[in-house]
């Protein structure tokens, strides 16, 4: 199955630098069917879960959100497939450590406090939740031992659906050219990687080895390098009206 993707190596590239070819061997593997579902349920049991409180958004906050979703997807859809059988699903948890991961079938969640501290911008906001976006369609999680308890908590949650730094490198390139190709500001995705590396001991459930993160922004760094684009160059554009409504609401 051959896909538009992104490759490392610069010789791969074409002219048009958001089209890039790679070989299967350079895509992650997919889950099976069997434990994606498997993976995709267990937000039943975290949001089932007494101690998981979570937010009520409004329709204007997930007509936002949505429109984010289906913008990016619409505007990627050799990476992204367009699949109207999964709707997306946000979850925001009222919870002052800041995170936010993903779930197959289109389900995301995002922490009260990541939104309130460190989400300064929509380019923010739109880089990370981008991000989780293409995690999300193409499946890429490791397989992990899980005992059913019939209870899941944030923590354990998240560590089940940590990846690797190789993985993640390639899904951060995959997630710069789907914000170009979608119109949003690209290079905002440094600030992300940023203040992760800056903030290690509140990302600490995210990111796990504060080694990996300060690994991230280095080896991304180069990734722009090597594109012509300098950290200077790095734009700071207007966040919308409906940007500021989920803040203020949540």
């Known amino acids: 199955m051959c896909a538009v993707l992104i490759a490392s190596s610069c010789s791969l590239l074409k ?20 434990y ?5 349920s267990l937000s039943a ?18 007509q936002y959100l949505n429109d984010v979703f289906n913008r990016v997807v619409s505007n990627n859809e050799l990476l992204l497939k367009k699949d109207e059988t999964y709707e997306p699903q946000f979850y925001i948890i009222k919870h002052s450590m ?21 989400f300064k911008n929509e380019s923010l906001l739109i880089s990370a939740l981008v991000f989780e976006i293409i995690k999300s369609k193409r499946e890429i999680y490791y397989k992990s031992k899980i005992i059913p ?7 354990r949650m998240i560590s089940l659906v940590r990846i690797g730094l190789e993985d993640k490198m390639k899904i951060y390139k995959w997630t710069y050219f789907a914000l170009r190709r979608a119109e949003y500001d ?16 509140d990302f600490n459930w995210m990111i796990g080895d504060a080694r990996v993160v300060t690994r991230e922004e280095y080896e991304f760094k180069s ?4 594109r012509g684009v300098s950290n200077a160059e790095i734009p700071t554009e ?4 409906e940007f500021y409504y989920l803040k203020d609401r949540i």
């Open 223 to 226: 990734f722009l390098a090597g």
């Open 45 to 62: 049991a975290l949001i089932d879960n007494p101690k998981v409180d979570v937010v009520r958004i409004d329709g204007k906050i997930k």
């Open 186 to 201: 690209a290079a905002a995705l440094l600030n992300w990687i940023q203040i992760q590396n800056k903030n290690t001991l």
């Open 149 to 155: 308890t019939g209870v899941m908590d944030i923590q």
């Open 238 to 241: 207007n966040s919308t009206k």
């Open 15 to 34: 002219k048009d630098d958001r089209n890039i070819i790679v070989s299967n061997d350079d895509i992650p593997k997919m889950l099976n069917k069997d």
């Open 36 to 40: 994606r579902d498997h993976l995709a």
């Open 98 to 118: 800041p995170f936010i991961f993903s779930l197959p079938k289109n389900q995301f969640f995002i922490s009260k406090g990541l939104i309130q501290k460190y």
